[in-house]
Nanobody, 114 residues
Framework: QVQLVESGGGLVQPGGSLRLSCAAS????????MGWYRQAPGKQRELVAI???????NYVDSVKGRFTISRDYAKNMVYLQMNSLKPEDTAVYYC????????WGKGTLVTVSS
């Protein structure tokens, strides 16, 4: 069974930066993609960024130019560097892995507020 553990969330002022990390462990097998989703209060969960096995990436329009997703293949980790954070980025951020099955982490809270 695959487990995902996120870390790096917290409180940051508008314009600040955070780096989220996600560690995958267990019987992982081949990974087709790893990504980050977020869910703000009262809203549906949305895709933030994803990195596919070949290295290509996709971002939701609202974070393009501010967030960067990266992956450490050897360590089975995925990162989300978040710069120029805005209050509307406040959400619980979830790590996601696709190895033929969809696996979710428990989430880490990011709060952007002055």
């Amino acid at each position: 069974q695959v487990q995902l553990v996120e870390s790096g969330g917290g409180l940051v002022q508008p314009g600040g930066s955070l780096r989220l990390s996600c560690a995958a462990s267990g019987n992982i097998g081949s990974i087709y993609g790893m990504g980050w989703y977020r869910q703000a209060p009262g809203k549906q969960r949305e895709l933030v960024a994803i990195v596919f096995s070949g290295g290509s990436t996709n971002y939701v329009d609202s974070v393009k130019g501010r967030f960067t997703i990266s992956r450490d293949y050897a360590k089975n980790m995925v990162y989300l560097q978040m710069n120029s954070l805005k209050p509307e980025d406040t959400a619980v951020y979830y790590c996601n892995l696709n190895n033929g099955r969809i696996v979710w982490g428990k989430g880490t809270l990011v709060t952007v507020s002055s």
